[in-house]
T-cell receptor, first 112, second 113 residues
């Protein structure tokens, strides 16, 4: 199975951009890259996903390297509510079956 | 529109027992997946059901089994419980297998003594 690697923790100042990296060097051509975040005592919450092109939505942007071996989740202006564990996930597809491979997550701390 | 609900929220079992966890998917969603999250770890994919058929499985032994019902709700069954099965079990639903967004419940916390 492909694997994702993320830093254990990162810090950011409030209202500054945050770049959360993820390495997935063994990604295969049909694997989608997903990002979710998890607040304490809650289930994960969808942030963004993509395959090859960079993606933007109201929450964040996803920058995918040209070789797809890494990606970066970008929060444009961090707020205190963005403090959470961020997971980079690969969704792999083989013969019509699916797997979700979670990384270990990056705990983001936002400083006021 | 109700979200994903899971029951029970907490339960305690002893080693060797069996447990059934339940998940009601979000209205209109036909796909359900289950995850195990040990304390301080990321979720681990157990399996996914689409229209009552399992269509994806992670690296979990056969004593982890599931069902999806015609109303798309789902059950996770774990037989012969082991101490290492103590974890938060999360259920997520989506509107199809190819959709990007999973909607997670808040989980069922299982403690095995």
């Amino acid at each position: 199975d492909a694997k994702t690697t993320q830093p254990n923790s990162m810090e950011s100042n409030e209202e500054e951009p945050v770049h959360l990296p993820c390495n997935h060097s063994t990604i295969s051509g049909t694997d989608y890259i997903h990002w979710y975040r998890q607040l304490p005592s809650q289930g994960p919450e969808y942030v963004i996903h993509g395959l090859t092109s960079n993606v933007n939505n109201r929450m964040a942007s996803l920058a995918i390297a040209e070789d797809r071996k890494s990606s970066t989740l970008i929060l444009h202006r961090a707020t205190l509510r963005d403090a959470a564990v961020y997971y980079c996930i690969l969704r792999s597809t083989t013969s019509g079956t699916y797997k979700y491979i979670f990384g270990t997550g990056t705990r983001l701390k936002v400083l006021a | 529109e109700t979200g994903v609900t899971q029951s029970p929220t907490h339960l305690i079992k002893t080693r060797g027992q069996q447990v059934t966890l339940r998940c009601s998917s979000q209205s209109g969603h036909n796909t359900v997946s289950w995850y195990q999250q040990a304390l301080g770890q990321g979720p681990q994919f157990i399996f996914q059901y689409y229209r009552e058929e399992e269509n994806g499985r992670g690296n979990f032994p056969p004593r982890f089994s599931g069902l999806q019902f015609p109303n798309y709700s789902s059950e996770l069954n774990v037989n012969a419980l082991e101490l290492d099965d103590s974890a938060l079990y999360l259920c997520a639903s989506s509107s199809g297998v190819n959709t990007g967004e999973l909607f997670f419940g808040e989980g069922s916390r299982l403690t095995v003594l």
